[in-house]
């Protein structure tokens, strides 16, 4: 009972670290902004290097950095085809005010616009799982219902769904572990491409 709860202990604090891991950090986010293909800023935002990310890690990264590129470009475009519009004899001056103007829109509206994305997808991920964590606690009592739960919440989200096929309590436990990353994973996901 007690490598049960030392295990389950660890599979909750492995998906609240997942989680944690999702929190922006303003600073190096504005800089990825700007600059979403540097590598080293997406070591930076998620707090270790890029070697040591996991797979899902890495993902976000090259999916938010490609949406980040996107909406760079559709902005810079944008105002360059306002710019185009008026354009002076002054190219340095317009050519400077552009960038100002890109930069300036990027760090305050698409910012706070991804940031608030991000926080909601966050949010709801967190709430996929939250029960489950919660009836963890007592797997042997709970399990039925933590079974049904899974059944349920990957069928919503459109996930295969196999039952356990063990009685022995670390395998039900990694059972639980992959489930929840993955109705984590796929609920936060749902929420950000939703958000585009």
Same mark, same amino acid.
């Given at each position: 009972?007690?490598?049960?709860?030392?295990?389950?202990? !660890?599979? !909750?604090?492995?998906? *609240?670290?997942?989680? %944690?891991?999702?929190?922006?950090?303003?600073?190096?986010?504005?800089q990825l902004m700007? /600059?979403?293909?540097?590598?080293?800023?997406?070591?930076?935002?998620?707090? &270790?290097?890029?070697?040591?990310?996991? #797979?899902?890690?890495?993902?976000?990264?090259?999916?938010?950095?490609?949406? !980040?590129?996107?909406?760079?470009?559709?902005?810079?475009?944008? #105002?360059?085809?306002?710019? %185009?519009?008026?354009?002076?004899?002054?190219?340095?001056?317009?050519?400077?005010?552009?960038?100002?103007?890109?930069?300036?829109?990027?760090?305050? +509206? #698409?910012?706070?616009?991804?940031?608030?994305?991000?926080?909601?997808?966050? @949010?709801?991920?967190?709430?996929?799982?939250?029960?489950?964590?919660?009836?963890? %606690? =007592?797997? &042997?009592? /709970?399990?039925? #219902?933590?079974? +049904?739960?899974?059944?349920?919440? *990957?069928? @919503?989200l459109g996930i295969?769904?196999?039952?356990? =096929?063990?009685? /022995?309590?670390?395998?039900?436990?990694?059972?639980?572990?992959?489930?929840?990353?993955?109705?984590? &994973?796929?609920?936060?996901?749902?929420?950000?491409?939703?958000?585009?």
């Open positions: 009972m007690r490598k049960t709860y030392i295990i389950i202990t !660890l599979f !909750l604090t492995s998906l *609240t670290t997942f989680s %944690q891991s999702l929190k922006s950090k303003d600073d190096v986010f504005a700007v /600059n979403p293909g540097d590598t080293i800023l997406w070591e930076s935002y998620m707090g &270790k290097t890029w070697n040591t990310m996991t #797979i899902f890690e890495k993902e976000q990264c090259e999916t938010l950095s490609e949406r !980040l590129s996107s909406k760079l470009k559709e902005q810079l475009t944008q #105002i360059e085809k306002e710019k %185009q519009e008026s354009f002076t004899d002054n190219f340095d001056a317009e050519a400077d005010s552009i960038e100002m103007t890109a930069e300036k829109l990027l760090q305050n +509206d #698409i910012l706070a616009q991804e940031r608030e994305l991000q926080k909601q997808a966050k @949010e709801a991920a967190d709430a996929s799982i939250a029960e489950l964590k919660e009836l963890s %606690q =007592n797997l &042997k009592a /709970n399990l039925p #219902i933590i079974e +049904d739960m899974i059944q349920s919440k *990957t069928s @919503e295969t769904y196999q039952k356990y =096929n063990s009685e /022995n309590s670390e395998e039900i436990i990694a059972w639980l572990k992959n489930y929840g990353q993955q109705i984590y &994973k796929k609920t936060y996901s749902s929420i950000v491409e939703k958000g585009n």
